[in-house]
């Protein structure tokens, strides 16, 4: 019987013992309990334990290989790196992160809450389902998450302990390849396109050196610019929803990097549900989703300021206009990043369910050129992107051109 006192990748049998040995109390000695595994991401495993009296928890455990590609291997210790900003966040945003119970530097997992009444909001959104609280919980999460550890608020000694125990090299790698190089010319051949999208991507990505210009002074942005602890893949995979409730989890790609790469994130991938909504003819979730990313930005903003202002420490940020200096440059990251988001997510390996399932070859391919469409004027015309409506405008005029 293992003691998980030395480190390998349990199995879905192994489950139940891990939790007895490691929180004997949860279940209590008597319980029968069955592990299920319910993992859904690229990277790591899941498993649902319950004992058929309503108790339930999760354990996520990091393997060495990666689940998208074998090939792939990355530290496990992202679990510990996940594990200490989920409780890092908790203390930020409250609850709408789940709760971390314990975790596991040896076995590289962690122990959490049970979220099994919420849907993955990727999934929730392709069902077309739509949810009012969300603009306003995920611009909260992100002003007070992602602001309270800048410089403007935190103290300059304490963030920069904070941005070297949260160096993230090996999975800052993996988006500053695939996000960042790959997308503008496939050069690890590892690019999904389909053959009926080829020429365009070669026209409007591959060969459009102006685009890899703006793509190359966004990528050492990514890694030089340390501005906040960020979550760092802050899609609609990273997010549960339930009626009025949003929990954000997965962080395990966080670092310290630009603010408008989450923001950004959250834009694109709510642009993509848009597509499948348009994909199905669906106009009122569309409008829905419209609105929704709109919110986003303006609250996103106007909570920002007020943030700002009430607790700015660091004297020059207190300079009439900085605020609104600072939140204007992150709108434009914003922007760009929503763009990079687009098109990675188009043509590169890790794509995303709203656009793969869409049915028929014609629809697809037209939600594909709305991405890109929408991406590029992201990307090229970052600067000119100041409110909520402006990222509408991007999203209606590429759909009108295609
Ligand atoms: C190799 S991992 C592929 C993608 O999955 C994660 O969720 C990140 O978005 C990453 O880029
Ligand atoms: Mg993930």
Same mark, same amino acid.
């Given at each position: /019987?293992?003691?998980?006192?030395?480190?390998?990748?349990?199995?879905?049998?192994?489950?139940p013992?891990?939790?007895?040995?490691?929180?004997p109390?949860?279940?209590g000695?008597?319980?029968?309990?069955?592990?299920?595994?319910?993992?859904?991401?690229?990277l790591?495993?899941?498993?649902?334990?319950?004992?058929?009296?309503g108790?339930?928890?999760i354990?996520?455990?990091?393997?060495?290989a990666?689940?998208?590609?074998?090939? /792939?291997?990355?530290?496990?210790?992202?679990?510990?790196?996940?594990?200490?900003?989920?409780?890092?966040?908790?203390?930020?945003?409250?609850?709408?992160?789940?709760?971390?119970?314990?975790?596991?530097?040896?076995m590289?997992?962690?122990?959490?809450? +049970?979220?099994?009444?919420?849907?993955l909001?990727?999934?929730?959104?392709?069902?077309?389902?739509?949810?009012?609280?969300?603009a306003?919980?995920?611009?909260?999460?992100?002003? =007070?998450?992602?602001?309270?550890?800048?410089d403007?608020?935190?103290?300059?000694?304490?963030?920069?302990?904070?941005?070297?125990s949260?160096?993230?090299?090996?999975?800052?790698?993996?988006?500053?390849?695939?996000v960042?190089?790959?997308?503008? =010319?496939?050069?690890?051949?590892?690019?999904?396109v389909?053959?009926?999208?080829?020429?365009?991507?070669?026209?409007?990505?591959?060969?459009?050196?102006?685009?890899?210009l703006?793509?190359?002074?966004?990528?050492? +942005?990514?890694?030089n610019?340390a501005?906040?602890?960020?979550?760092?893949?802050?899609?609609?995979?990273?997010?549960?929803v339930?009626?009025?409730?949003?929990?954000?989890?997965?962080?395990?790609?966080?670092?310290?990097?630009?603010?408008?790469?989450?923001?950004?994130n959250?834009i694109?991938?709510?642009?993509?549900?848009?597509?499948?909504?348009?994909?199905?003819?669906?106009n009122?979730?569309?409008?829905?989703?419209?609105?929704?990313?709109?919110?986003?930005?303006? /609250?996103?903003?106007?909570?920002s300021?007020?943030?700002?202002?009430?607790?700015?420490?660091?004297?020059?940020?207190k300079?009439?206009?900085?605020?609104?200096?600072?939140?204007?440059?992150?709108i434009? +990251?914003?922007?760009?990043?929503?763009?990079?988001?687009?098109?990675?997510?188009?043509v590169? /390996?890790?794509?995303?369910?709203?656009?793969?399932?869409?049915?028929?070859?014609?629809?697809?391919?037209?939600?594909?050129?709305?991405?890109?469409?929408?991406?590029?004027?992201c990307?090229?015309?970052?600067t000119?992107?100041?409110?909520?409506?402006?990222?509408?405008?991007?999203?209606?005029?590429?759909?009108?051109?295609?």
């Amino acid at each position: /019987m293992p003691n998980f006192e030395t480190y390998f990748l349990m199995k879905e049998s192994d489950i139940p013992l891990y939790i007895k040995t490691k929180m004997p109390e949860f279940f209590g000695s008597a319980a029968k309990v069955t592990a299920k595994e319910i993992g859904d991401g690229n990277l790591n495993y899941v498993y649902r334990l319950a004992d058929g009296t309503g108790k339930s928890i999760i354990v996520k455990q990091a393997g060495v290989a990666l689940r998208i590609s074998e090939k /792939m291997k990355i530290s496990t210790d992202r679990n510990r790196i996940e594990s200490e900003i989920l409780l890092l966040q908790a203390k930020y945003a409250g609850n709408l992160v789940p709760k971390i119970y314990q975790y596991d530097t040896v076995m590289c997992a962690c122990i959490m809450e +049970d979220l099994s009444d919420y849907q993955l909001m990727r999934y929730a959104l392709m069902e077309h389902k739509t949810f009012p609280r969300f603009a306003d919980d995920i611009s909260t999460f992100m002003v =007070n998450t992602l602001l309270s550890t800048t410089d403007i608020i935190m103290e300059h000694k304490q963030k920069k302990e904070l941005v070297k125990s949260f160096i993230n090299p090996q999975l800052c790698e993996i988006t500053e390849d695939l996000v960042y190089t790959e997308p503008y =010319n496939d050069c690890n051949k590892r690019n999904i396109v389909n053959a009926d999208l080829l020429g365009f991507v070669k026209k409007e990505l591959y060969n459009d050196t102006a685009l890899h210009l703006e793509a190359a002074k966004l990528k050492f +942005d990514f890694m030089n610019n340390a501005q906040a602890l960020l979550h760092g893949d802050l899609h609609t995979g990273s997010i549960f929803v339930k009626g009025d409730s949003t929990k954000i989890f997965d962080p395990e790609f966080a670092f310290f990097g630009p603010i408008g790469y989450d923001a950004g994130n959250v834009i694109a991938n709510l642009f993509f549900a848009w597509n499948n909504g348009n994909a199905g003819g669906d106009n009122k979730f569309c409008e829905w989703v419209l609105k929704t990313a709109c919110d986003v930005i303006d /609250m996103f903003k106007e909570k920002s300021l007020r943030f700002i202002k009430t607790n700015a420490t660091d004297v020059m940020a207190k300079t009439s206009g900085f605020a609104e200096y600072y939140i204007d440059a992150i709108i434009a +990251d914003t922007a760009a990043c929503c763009g990079v988001e687009l098109i990675r997510r188009t043509v590169g /390996m890790a794509q995303v369910k709203d656009i793969t399932t869409i049915p028929g070859k014609e629809k697809r391919l037209r939600a594909e050129k709305i991405n890109i469409l929408c991406a590029k004027n992201c990307i090229l015309n970052r600067t000119k992107f100041k409110t909520g409506g402006d990222f509408i405008s991007a999203l209606k005029t590429a759909a009108s051109q295609v």
